[in-house]
């Protein structure tokens, strides 16, 4: 005759059966618990990580003075600025139209914006059209190494040339 075991601490087959389920279970759990504290490091680091993007430098070389000829005036596009060379002295003038910030062209009496007709003279005063201030110019000036440098956070009055 079977004699019932009387030990709280044997295991009973249904013990047996429940056991691998309880590991199963608290190993999911630490793993959830695991993954989700990964996901929230990362997703801090890439809340504190700055997304800022960085548009073109304000100050940048352009060249040496005798890359621009004397009585030319060139469009650098890219940095919207038009480079104006007459004789000794040389000047820096924005090319970003003062009406909607199209890229005003090079025209026969000064300069011309494709976007609404403004029209602008040599020095960027405005001769026609919507745009409500002249071009500004900006500070040139000549590096240590020989080369133009031009400063588009530094505006110069209308007319300052840099004599090279
Ligand atoms: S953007 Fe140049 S005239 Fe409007």
Redesign the pocket.
């Known amino acids: 005759m079977p004699v019932a075991s009387t030990n709280p601490q044997s295991h009973t087959a249904t013990d047996e059966q429940h056991m691998p389920r309880r590991k199963v279970l608290a190993w999911l759990t630490s793993v959830g618990l695991f993954g989700s504290a990964v996901l929230s490091a990362v997703s801090n680091l890439v809340f504190i990580k700055p997304r800022a993007t960085y548009g073109q430098p304000a100050r940048f070389a352009i060249g040496k003075p005798d890359d621009f000829p004397s009585g030319t005036r060139i469009s650098l596009d890219v940095k919207r600025v038009c480079i104006v060379r007459d004789g000794g002295r040389m000047a820096a003038i924005s090319t970003t139209?003062t009406?909607?910030?199209?890229i005003v062209g090079i025209s026969d009496t000064g300069f011309a914006?494709p976007?609404?007709?403004?029209r602008f003279d040599q020095d960027g005063t405005v001769t026609g059209?919507?745009?409500p201030k002249p071009l500004p110019w900006f500070k040139l000036s000549l590096a240590p190494n020989g080369e133009l440098e031009v400063d588009k956070g530094t505006m110069v009055e209308p007319g300052t040339y840099l004599n090279v």
């Open positions: 139209c009406h909607l910030g199209c914006c976007c609404h007709g403004s059209g919507p745009a």
